[in-house]
Structures are given as C-alpha cells and as structure tokens.
C-alpha cells in the first residue's frame, strides 16, 4: 500500500484534488472528516469541549458550531492548546484506525487528506510521498473573502497564521498548480498520479517501523482514550 500526504493552504482547493484522487480509483482519509466524527454531538470530546468552552460554541441543534469555536481559539494560543488537549488523540485513533482498516483491505492507493501535514510532522511519516495543492496568494484571497465572506484583512490574518507558501512547496515531493480551470487540475494531478503509480512502493525502515507500531499500539491507545475521556 502506497500512502500519499496531500495538504495545502487555507483555500488552496484540496476538497477538489482529494474528489480527483478518488476518481483515480484512490482512497481518502480526510482529518477534517475525522475532526468532525469525533466532535459530533453527543460524542465524549464534544461534552468536554462544551464543559471548557461553554453554551456559546453551539449551534441551534446543539452540535459544535466549528465557525465560532475558530473565532475563539484562533487569536488565543493557550485556548488553541486546550482545544488541541480534547481534539488531538480522538483524531490521531480514528486515523490510524482508518489506516489500519485499508492496510489490511488491500487499498493500493491512500491518501491522508490532513491541512497541517508538515506541521504536525507525525503523519508525514507514514508518507512515500506528498502532494501539495497551490494556488497564488492573491487567489488564496479573493476564495476566503467570497466563500467565507472575509474582509481583505481577516483572509490575510488567515493565510498569516499558516505555513507560508514557499516552505510548503519546498517540502513537498510534489505541487499540484491549482490556479486555472479544473480541468487544467485535473490534468496536473492525474499525471502525478501516474507518477506515483509507476514507482514501486518503498517501505523504509522507519515507515515500516512505524506502520507496526501503529497496528500494536492503537488498541491500547484507544483504551486509554476511553479511559481519558471518562475523567
């Protein structure tokens, strides 16, 4: 099984990179699919985000409201660190969980579809490659202030608050250009696709020995989860 890292910046497009990734026959692992299985409401990390953060993250039906939770933490480090304290584990399981599941189903193909990849570093690892999604600052903008109805200076502070572009790219194997028409994308991608299909798949001994750490210990760490969010 080969693992691919795919990451970008704040609306850089890697919902639609991920969607071509799966058309070639690939499988995805989304982080922020796994932030929001173990955020759902009624979930043990739910109530202990609730208990910190009070009624005022939540939305009319009583679920986590992520768009006011961010607003919090965003500008307070020791509120993100909290967040993190209830977020990270549950999220780091249910990954490794879903690795392990293909890894034994035979998946050729898996992508870990995580926006801090580089610097969260732990994933990384796991990965023969990485593929990072990049757009021009400018269009990076002009995407935040139309789809999250931004002003000019909140998309910069958001963008700010990332790894910068240059760093990003520097550290991947490869950068998918996203800034023309989705065809253009997809065409982009489908031939790093091919790329990374025809090398053969290389298990150092660090990735192997991580890969067998991960499918020894996740039970145990699952334990300790439970066990964690029952204090």
Sequence with gaps: MKIVGLTGGIACGKSTTSKIFKQEGAVVIDADVASHTVMAKGT?????IIAHFGNDILAADGSIDREKLGEIVFNDREKRKRLMSFTNMPIFIEICRQIISNYFSGTDLLILDIPLLFETKVFAYFCEATVVVDVTLESQIQRLMSR?????????????????????????TYVCDNNSDISTTAANLRNIISKIRSK?????????????????????????????MRM
């Design 200 to 228: 053969p798949a290389i298990l150092s001994p660090i990735r192997i020995f991580l890969l067998l750490s991960t499918i020894s210990s996740t039970a145990l760490l699952f334990l300790l989860y439970k066990i964690f």
């Design 148 to 172: 999250n109805e931004y002003t000019k200076e909140q998309a910069i502070s958001r963008i700010n608050s990332q790894m910068s572009r240059e760093t990003r790219n520097s550290l991947a």
């Design 44 to 48: 043990r990390c739910s109530d202990k």
